[in-house]
């Protein structure tokens, strides 16, 4: 895997975000504040520094494992994007990190402790698993979620695919794609695929070259470029 510097032209300036509290990974199906990290350590009480307040749910739905949160602040709102799949346990199967179910959806608050109880759909993709969403809020308001997915598929159906298929124990990657919102996350265009990198061999499951691809977040610079660190597979 090569990891490569991508960037995509934009007219704009560099808009920033701190967040005051802490949004961390799952446990279990519950989106929530990590109970089992260790509370920062603050270095004088006058000086700057951070500290935990408290810890809250921010979703749970015991039907559904839910992990790989995502926040911006947009708009008076905090948007918590994650990746959210059937709970395959319930019918005697067992969590997968590619699950061809899984799905990008979004959740609001004003506060930050009171959430929307029914997320929005931000992508579920019609040939596989949408995975590790990733938000990023423009300077011009608009809203990018990146993410990329595999399809689940047999060594029959893979063979039968345009080759090389990058292809591993019975998911064949789409690669990297893009969503985006100007109306502040209530409805979503795409996906919107990135070219691939040079020397990309590997095709997706759709027949083109296999897209570049990261689950790390976009940057918007101060020169109007946004900004994304991405892979290929060699």
Not at 179 to 202: A, C, E, F, H
Request: proline share 7%.
């Amino acid at each position: 895997m090569k990891l490569i510097l991508s960037n995509i032209k934009k007219t704009g300036i560099y808009c920033g975000l701190l967040m005051l509290f802490t949004l961390t990974t799952h446990s279990g199906n519950v989106v929530k504040a990590n109970e089992s990290t260790p509370e920062p350590t603050m270095a004088e009480d006058n000086g700057p520094g951070m500290r935990k307040v408290k810890d809250f749910v921010i979703y749970k739905n015991e039907r559904f494992y839910c992990t790989f949160p995502s926040v911006v602040k947009s708009e008076g709102e905090y948007l918590v994007a994650f990746r959210r799949a059937p709970d395959k346990v319930l019918l005697g199967g067992w969590y997968d990190h590619t699950d061809p179910n899984s799905h990008c959806v979004m959740v609001r608050s004003k506060d930050g402790e009171n959430w929307t109880e029914d997320p929005e759909l931000i992508v579920a993709h019609p040939f596989g698993g949408s995975q590790d969403p990733c938000l990023l809020k423009l300077s011009d308001g608009t809203l990018l979620c990146t993410s990329y997915g595999w399809s689940d598929m047999t060594q029959e159906a893979a063979s039968q695919l345009k080759q090389p298929l990058y292809f591993n124990n019975g998911f064949a990657g789409i690669g990297g794609y893009i969503m985006r919102s100007i109306d502040n996350g209530k409805t979503w265009q795409g996906p919107i695929y990135p070219p691939s990198l040079p020397g990309t061999v590997y095709y997706n499951p759709l027949g083109k070259l296999y897209p570049a691809y990261n689950r790390g977040a976009l940057y918007e610079g101060e020169n109007g470029r946004i900004y994304w660190v991405v892979a290929r597979m060699d």
